[in-house]
Protein backbone atom coordinates (compact mmCIF):
# COMPACT_ATOMS: atom_id res chain seq x y z
CA UNK A 1 0.00 0.00 0.00
CA UNK A 2 1.41 3.29 -0.96
CA UNK A 3 0.17 6.02 1.91
CA UNK A 4 0.11 9.73 1.41
CA UNK A 5 0.34 11.22 5.14
CA UNK A 6 -0.24 14.77 5.67
CA UNK A 7 1.61 16.36 8.96
CA UNK A 8 4.37 13.44 9.45
CA UNK A 9 6.98 15.08 11.12
CA UNK A 10 4.27 16.67 13.83
CA UNK A 11 4.21 14.57 16.85
CA UNK A 12 1.30 11.67 16.01
CA UNK A 13 1.85 11.94 12.03
CA UNK A 14 5.76 10.95 13.25
CA UNK A 15 5.06 8.31 15.31
CA UNK A 16 2.09 6.79 12.58
CA UNK A 17 4.92 6.50 10.27
CA UNK A 18 7.57 4.79 12.45
CA UNK A 19 4.72 2.36 13.30
CA UNK A 20 3.38 1.97 10.25
CA UNK A 21 6.75 1.21 8.61
CA UNK A 22 7.54 -1.11 11.36
CA UNK A 23 4.08 -3.27 11.04
CA UNK A 24 4.28 -3.56 7.59
CA UNK A 25 7.38 -4.55 5.06
CA UNK A 26 5.10 -3.55 1.99
CA UNK A 27 4.10 -0.32 3.20
CA UNK A 28 5.18 2.64 0.86
CA UNK A 29 4.71 6.27 3.11
CA UNK A 30 4.99 9.48 1.49
CA UNK A 31 4.96 12.10 3.71
CA UNK A 32 4.20 15.79 3.29
CA UNK A 33 4.65 18.51 5.94
CA UNK A 34 4.52 22.17 5.92
CA UNK A 35 7.58 22.26 8.63
CA UNK A 36 5.84 24.72 10.96
CA UNK A 37 6.65 25.46 14.30
CA UNK A 38 4.99 21.95 15.11
CA UNK A 39 7.06 19.77 13.15
CA UNK A 40 10.67 18.80 13.57
CA UNK A 41 12.99 16.70 10.83
CA UNK A 42 14.84 15.08 13.29
CA UNK A 43 12.19 13.01 14.67
CA UNK A 44 12.07 11.01 11.47
CA UNK A 45 15.85 11.14 10.24
CA UNK A 46 16.76 8.13 11.13
CA UNK A 47 14.39 6.92 8.09
CA UNK A 48 15.96 8.94 5.25
CA UNK A 49 17.82 5.72 4.17
CA UNK A 50 14.30 3.63 4.09
CA UNK A 51 13.71 3.27 0.46
CA UNK A 52 10.20 2.88 1.76
CA UNK A 53 10.05 6.68 2.75
CA UNK A 54 9.93 9.89 1.46
CA UNK A 55 9.55 13.44 2.19
CA UNK A 56 8.27 16.35 0.45
CA UNK A 57 7.67 19.84 2.14
CA UNK A 58 4.50 21.10 1.00
CA UNK A 59 1.38 22.90 2.23
CA UNK A 60 -2.06 21.28 2.49
CA UNK A 61 -3.78 24.43 1.56
CA UNK A 62 -1.85 24.55 -1.32
CA UNK A 63 -4.20 23.01 -4.10
CA UNK A 64 -1.83 22.84 -6.84
CA UNK A 65 0.60 20.85 -4.74
CA UNK A 66 -1.82 18.74 -3.16
CA UNK A 67 -3.12 17.44 -6.22
CA UNK A 68 -0.05 16.27 -7.52
CA UNK A 69 0.83 14.53 -4.62
CA UNK A 70 -2.48 12.54 -4.23
CA UNK A 71 -3.05 10.96 -7.90
CA UNK A 72 -0.56 7.63 -7.32
CA UNK A 73 -1.13 6.64 -3.60
CA UNK A 74 -3.79 4.12 -2.44
CA UNK A 75 -4.69 6.29 0.85
CA UNK A 76 -4.20 9.43 2.64
CA UNK A 77 -4.03 9.98 6.06
CA UNK A 78 -4.31 13.54 6.99
CA UNK A 79 -2.61 14.68 10.56
CA UNK A 80 -1.89 18.51 9.14
CA UNK A 81 -3.20 20.41 11.35
CA UNK A 82 -2.52 23.84 13.35
CA UNK A 83 -3.21 22.09 16.98
CA UNK A 84 -2.52 23.86 19.72
CA UNK A 85 -5.39 25.96 21.86
CA UNK A 86 -3.71 28.43 23.43
CA UNK A 87 -2.05 30.07 19.92
CA UNK A 88 -5.88 29.65 18.50
CA UNK A 89 -7.02 32.20 21.26
CA UNK A 90 -4.31 34.45 20.10
CA UNK A 91 -4.20 34.39 16.39
CA UNK A 92 -7.16 32.07 15.21
CA UNK A 93 -6.55 32.88 11.55
CA UNK A 94 -3.91 30.31 10.76
CA UNK A 95 -6.34 27.17 11.78
CA UNK A 96 -8.34 28.51 9.22
CA UNK A 97 -6.10 28.49 6.95
CA UNK A 98 -4.97 24.69 7.78
CA UNK A 99 -7.66 23.17 9.54
CA UNK A 100 -10.23 23.97 7.25
CA UNK A 101 -8.86 25.02 3.76
CA UNK A 102 -6.21 22.65 3.95
CA UNK A 103 -9.11 19.86 4.07
CA UNK A 104 -10.68 21.52 1.47
CA UNK A 105 -7.72 21.13 -1.28
CA UNK A 106 -7.51 17.35 0.17
CA UNK A 107 -11.04 16.79 -0.65
CA UNK A 108 -11.05 17.95 -3.90
CA UNK A 109 -7.45 16.48 -5.03
CA UNK A 110 -9.15 13.34 -3.87
CA UNK A 111 -12.81 13.95 -5.84
CA UNK A 112 -10.76 15.26 -9.09
CA UNK A 113 -7.76 12.79 -8.87
CA UNK A 114 -8.19 9.88 -7.11
CA UNK A 115 -11.57 8.84 -5.95
CA UNK A 116 -11.01 5.61 -5.47
CA UNK A 117 -8.07 6.20 -2.32
CA UNK A 118 -9.13 5.89 0.82
CA UNK A 119 -8.44 9.33 3.17
CA UNK A 120 -8.85 9.17 6.87
CA UNK A 121 -9.08 12.39 8.46
CA UNK A 122 -7.37 12.81 12.05
CA UNK A 123 -9.72 14.80 13.94
CA UNK A 124 -10.24 15.35 17.63
CA UNK A 125 -12.83 15.29 21.19
CA UNK A 126 -12.50 18.78 21.41
CA UNK A 127 -15.08 19.19 18.51
CA UNK A 128 -17.80 17.88 21.11
CA UNK A 129 -16.48 20.63 23.25
CA UNK A 130 -16.89 19.03 27.11
CA UNK A 131 -19.49 16.75 28.87
CA UNK A 132 -19.79 17.05 32.93
CA UNK A 133 -21.04 13.62 32.89
CA UNK A 134 -20.81 10.18 30.93
CA UNK A 135 -19.26 10.13 27.49
CA UNK A 136 -19.82 11.41 23.81
CA UNK A 137 -20.60 9.04 20.74
CA UNK A 138 -19.64 9.39 17.57
CA UNK A 139 -23.33 11.23 17.33
CA UNK A 140 -22.98 13.48 19.78
CA UNK A 141 -23.98 17.42 18.57
CA UNK A 142 -20.51 19.46 17.62
CA UNK A 143 -20.38 22.48 20.17
CA UNK A 144 -16.68 23.22 19.86
CA UNK A 145 -15.23 25.67 22.18
CA UNK A 146 -12.06 27.25 20.90
CA UNK A 147 -11.05 28.56 17.77
CA UNK A 148 -9.29 25.59 17.13
CA UNK A 149 -11.83 23.20 18.16
CA UNK A 150 -13.98 24.77 15.68
CA UNK A 151 -11.66 24.92 12.63
CA UNK A 152 -11.37 21.24 13.10
CA UNK A 153 -15.34 20.39 13.81
CA UNK A 154 -15.50 22.90 9.88
CA UNK A 155 -12.80 20.21 8.40
CA UNK A 156 -15.00 16.98 9.82
CA UNK A 157 -18.23 18.14 8.61
CA UNK A 158 -16.35 18.93 5.04
CA UNK A 159 -15.59 15.17 5.19
CA UNK A 160 -18.69 13.75 5.76
CA UNK A 161 -20.54 16.09 2.87
CA UNK A 162 -17.79 14.85 0.38
CA UNK A 163 -18.30 11.52 1.66
CA UNK A 164 -22.13 11.61 1.11
CA UNK A 165 -22.38 13.47 -2.18
CA UNK A 166 -19.26 12.21 -4.08
CA UNK A 167 -19.40 8.71 -2.80
CA UNK A 168 -15.48 9.51 -1.58
CA UNK A 169 -13.96 6.64 1.09
CA UNK A 170 -13.51 8.80 3.62
CA UNK A 171 -13.49 8.76 7.62
CA UNK A 172 -12.43 10.36 10.27
CA UNK A 173 -11.21 9.87 13.87
CA UNK A 174 -11.46 11.84 17.10
CA UNK A 175 -8.93 11.15 19.78
CA UNK A 176 -8.40 11.88 23.52
CA UNK A 177 -5.05 13.59 24.21
CA UNK A 178 -2.38 12.00 22.84
CA UNK A 179 1.03 11.80 24.77
CA UNK A 180 4.36 9.84 24.33
CA UNK A 181 7.77 10.60 22.37
CA UNK A 182 8.65 13.29 20.55
CA UNK A 183 5.82 15.40 21.24
CA UNK A 184 6.25 19.39 21.33
CA UNK A 185 7.09 21.31 24.61
CA UNK A 186 4.14 23.25 24.59
CA UNK A 187 1.97 20.61 25.89
CA UNK A 188 1.35 20.19 28.85
CA UNK A 189 3.09 16.70 29.70
CA UNK A 190 6.17 17.32 27.73
CA UNK A 191 6.33 21.14 29.24
CA UNK A 192 5.70 19.74 32.68
CA UNK A 193 8.51 16.91 32.88
CA UNK A 194 10.84 19.42 30.78
CA UNK A 195 10.50 22.14 33.46
CA UNK A 196 10.41 20.13 36.32
CA UNK A 197 13.67 18.72 35.17
CA UNK A 198 15.23 22.43 34.90
CA UNK A 199 13.56 23.46 38.09
CA UNK A 200 11.19 25.83 37.27
CA UNK A 201 7.17 26.31 38.05
CA UNK A 202 4.72 24.05 36.77
CA UNK A 203 1.76 26.37 35.18
CA UNK A 204 -1.41 24.71 36.03
CA UNK A 205 -4.46 26.45 34.42
CA UNK A 206 -7.02 27.87 36.92
CA UNK A 207 -7.74 24.98 39.55
CA UNK A 208 -5.80 22.66 37.72
CA UNK A 209 -9.52 19.96 37.93
CA UNK A 210 -9.80 20.21 34.17
CA UNK A 211 -9.82 16.44 33.21
CA UNK A 212 -8.45 14.74 30.37
CA UNK A 213 -8.67 10.79 28.97
CA UNK A 214 -4.99 10.35 28.69
CA UNK A 215 -4.16 7.79 25.53
CA UNK A 216 -0.33 6.48 24.69
CA UNK A 217 0.39 7.59 20.72
CA UNK A 218 1.00 3.79 19.52
CA UNK A 219 -2.21 3.04 20.60
CA UNK A 220 -3.99 6.13 18.66
CA UNK A 221 -1.67 4.58 16.03
CA UNK A 222 -3.07 1.32 15.79
CA UNK A 223 -6.19 2.39 16.10
CA UNK A 224 -5.99 4.50 12.75
CA UNK A 225 -4.22 1.75 11.30
CA UNK A 226 -7.68 -0.22 11.66
CA UNK A 227 -9.97 2.49 10.66
CA UNK A 228 -7.56 2.56 6.90
CA UNK A 229 -7.44 -0.85 6.83
CA UNK A 230 -11.26 -2.24 7.83
CA UNK A 231 -13.31 1.33 8.48
CA UNK A 232 -16.33 1.92 6.47
CA UNK A 233 -16.55 4.72 4.20
CA UNK A 234 -18.69 8.08 5.51
CA UNK A 235 -18.03 6.71 9.59
CA UNK A 236 -16.38 8.17 12.46
CA UNK A 237 -14.96 6.50 15.05
CA UNK A 238 -13.64 7.66 18.69
CA UNK A 239 -11.18 6.90 20.31
CA UNK A 240 -10.21 6.56 23.86
CA UNK A 241 -8.31 5.02 26.96
CA UNK A 242 -10.55 5.22 29.53
CA UNK A 243 -7.57 7.14 31.47
CA UNK A 244 -9.37 10.18 32.58
CA UNK A 245 -6.68 12.49 35.03
CA UNK A 246 -7.28 15.74 35.92
CA UNK A 247 -4.41 18.21 34.95
CA UNK A 248 -3.39 18.39 38.83
CA UNK A 249 -2.98 14.81 38.84
CA UNK A 250 -1.06 14.36 35.87
CA UNK A 251 1.55 17.20 37.37
CA UNK A 252 2.08 15.52 40.45
CA UNK A 253 2.54 11.94 38.82
CA UNK A 254 5.75 13.38 36.90
CA UNK A 255 6.68 15.65 39.62
CA UNK A 256 6.56 12.86 41.83
CA UNK A 257 8.39 9.86 38.96
CA UNK A 258 11.41 13.08 38.72
CA UNK A 259 11.69 12.71 42.87
CA UNK A 260 10.41 16.96 42.38
CA UNK A 261 7.77 18.42 45.13
CA UNK A 262 4.59 19.44 44.42
CA UNK A 263 6.25 22.87 45.71
CA UNK A 264 6.77 23.58 41.93
CA UNK A 265 2.83 23.49 41.06
CA UNK A 266 2.35 27.16 40.56
CA UNK A 267 -1.30 27.85 39.61
CA UNK A 268 -2.18 30.63 36.86
CA UNK A 269 -4.79 32.36 35.26
CA UNK A 270 -7.33 30.36 33.70
CA UNK A 271 -7.57 29.34 29.54
CA UNK A 272 -10.78 31.55 28.29
CA UNK A 273 -13.26 29.24 27.35
CA UNK A 274 -11.47 26.34 29.21
CA UNK A 275 -13.71 23.12 28.22
CA UNK A 276 -13.70 21.13 31.65
CA UNK A 277 -13.80 17.37 30.64
CA UNK A 278 -13.49 15.75 27.87
CA UNK A 279 -14.92 12.07 27.75
CA UNK A 280 -15.67 9.79 24.52
CA UNK A 281 -17.15 6.00 23.79
CA UNK A 282 -14.91 4.66 21.95
CA UNK A 283 -17.24 1.21 21.80
CA UNK A 284 -17.78 1.78 17.84
CA UNK A 285 -14.40 0.99 17.42
CA UNK A 286 -13.44 -1.83 19.78
CA UNK A 287 -16.87 -3.75 18.78
CA UNK A 288 -16.87 -3.12 14.94
CA UNK A 289 -12.65 -3.12 14.34
CA UNK A 290 -11.70 -5.32 17.38
CA UNK A 291 -9.34 -2.36 18.74
CA UNK A 292 -8.19 -2.22 22.54
CA UNK A 293 -5.48 -0.23 24.09
CA UNK A 294 -2.87 -1.74 25.11
CA UNK A 295 -0.63 0.68 27.37
CA UNK A 296 -2.18 1.63 30.82
CA UNK A 297 -1.17 5.33 31.64
CA UNK A 298 1.33 4.38 34.33
CA UNK A 299 3.71 2.82 31.80
CA UNK A 300 3.20 4.80 29.13
CA UNK A 301 4.10 7.65 31.30
CA UNK A 302 7.15 6.30 32.35
CA UNK A 303 8.18 5.60 29.13
CA UNK A 304 7.20 9.33 28.13
CA UNK A 305 9.48 10.63 31.15
CA UNK A 306 12.34 8.50 30.38
CA UNK A 307 12.33 8.57 26.45
CA UNK A 308 12.48 13.11 27.36
CA UNK A 309 15.19 12.49 29.95
CA UNK A 310 17.07 10.06 27.28
CA UNK A 311 16.95 12.72 23.84
CA UNK A 312 17.77 15.78 25.33
CA UNK A 313 19.04 16.22 21.60
CA UNK A 314 15.62 16.34 20.11
CA UNK A 315 14.08 18.72 22.31
CA UNK A 316 16.51 21.11 23.40
CA UNK A 317 16.93 23.14 20.24
CA UNK A 318 12.49 23.25 20.46
CA UNK A 319 12.95 25.41 23.47
CA UNK A 320 12.59 29.23 24.60
CA UNK A 321 10.87 31.32 26.58
CA UNK A 322 7.37 31.16 24.26
CA UNK A 323 7.05 27.46 24.34
CA UNK A 324 7.71 27.06 28.05
CA UNK A 325 5.42 30.14 28.60
CA UNK A 326 2.91 29.73 31.83
CA UNK A 327 0.05 31.30 29.57
CA UNK A 328 0.65 31.05 26.48
CA UNK A 329 -2.45 32.02 25.50
CA UNK A 330 -1.82 35.75 26.20
CA UNK A 331 1.20 35.68 24.04
CA UNK A 332 1.28 37.39 20.15
CA UNK A 333 1.87 34.40 18.26
Known amino acids: MRILVTGGLGFI ?44 QGDIADPSFIKEQIEDVDATVSFAAETHVDRSISRPDSFLHS ?35 GSFSEESTLRPSSPYSASKAAGDVYV ?55 IYVIDHCRA ?59 SKIREQLGWRPQRSFAEGIQRTVDWYLQNEGWWRPLMDEKVLHPTPWKLNW
Not at 269 to 282: E, F, K, N, T, V
Open 224 to 282: VEQVLTSGREGEIYNISAGEEKTNLQVAKIILEMLGKGEDLIEFVDDRPGHDARYSLDS
Open 13 to 56: GSNFIRFMLQAHEDCMIVNVDALRYGSNENSLADLNEDERYSFL
Open 99 to 133: NVFGVFNILEALRNRNPDARFVQISTDEVYGDILD
Open 160 to 214: LAYARTYGLHAMITRCTNNYGPYQFPEKLIPKTILRAKAGLKIPIYGTGQNVRDW
